[in-house]
């Protein structure tokens, strides 16, 4: 009886926004005659920063410090439309629409502040709050006065909206499922290394360290991503080798009946985590960006599988990977039941275990390996 460790990894890939598109989102922003700027958007900040990232794409957009942005989003009356937080698109679809909302203000901006200076507003530039002659950086005017001037001069509003709406896939193949344009806004890619050590005599799977890799498009912000990255990993610690989901084992009967009887991990033991950001810029994101959120948890979960067979010989193919279903799978392994083997690069699942089988059991939709 020995403490084994392992080795494994996964790669994953992620689609961001709803499928099969037409997923709105709406911003409007104004810019008031002191030259601070609210921006109104419907995505609710759920703890994924969207706040943030969105204000940072607007003073980005705008020219103006990050201070100067206020993020309204109070009610759904004042806040223009937006399908929802979900479908990691809060960056991607919502900030393509703030982004665009920016730049059709920052067009009114530029048309008054040409106004004031006499120049053509497409040699104009705005940089940290000032507007600037391209070429000669000395003929400038600040922001609040642009905007004071836009008040109380030309009785106008500095003001923009903007909408981001994915078209919809309107031609799909019957037969095969094709579509004539991509059922998604982008996709982002991960991978995840796991170490891990397995005692064949307990069952007991500890992970030792996590190495993830993420394709975020563009880091907006690093510090958020890096934050969601090792948030999503400690749930998909949490996913691999202790949380049961419905529903649970062996029933719903079994399952805790307070929230202390449920098993996630906590902050003591855990395992070293080490993560790479790749930044491969989406060609239709705001500055690049790809959405991040769901996925974070994802590539942990099969690593650790992986990982949990390199050291012991043995797929669980049930997650969470526990002791008991560690220490059966070592039992059919000692009786001569192989169960998944690898051939090549493919895992080769048994029949009981594909996925028309576990879905329908005694349905007339099961059908016979290899159809």
Known sequence: MA????????????????????????AWIKIKPDGRVDVFSGTSDIGNGSKTIQSQIVAEALGVPYEWITYDNSNTDSSP??????????????????LKAARSAREKLLEIAGKEL?????????????????????????VPDVAAAAT????????????????YAAIVEPDTGKVDIPPHAAISYAACAAEVEVDDETGEVVVKGLWQCFDVGRAINPTLVEGQIEGGALMGLGLGVLESCY?????????????????APGIEGLPEFNTIVIENPSADGPYGAKGISEMANNPQPPAIAAAVYDAVGVWVTELPITPERVLRALDRKAAGDAGPRREGKAVIFDEELSVNTVAHPESRFRFPVGA
């Open 81 to 98: 439309v937006c399908t929802g937080t979900f479908a990691s698109r809060a960056t991607f679809v919502a900030g393509n629409a703030v």
């Open 118 to 142: 006499e120049i053509d507003p497409s040699d104009l530039d705005v940089v940290d709050g000032e507007v600037i002659a391209k070429g000669a950086p000395q003929k400038k005017i600040s």
């Open 247 to 263: 529903p649970y084992y062996p029933s719903v009967e079994h399952r805790g009946s307070e929230f202390g009887s449920y098993l």
């Open 152 to 167: 109380w001069v030309h009785g106008e509003l500095i003001t923009g909206t903007g909408a981001q709406l994915n078209p």
């Open 3 to 26: 403490r084994h460790t392992g080795r494994g990894i996964s790669a994953i890939e992620y689609p961001t926004g709803m499928n099969q598109n037409g997923d709105p989102s709406q």
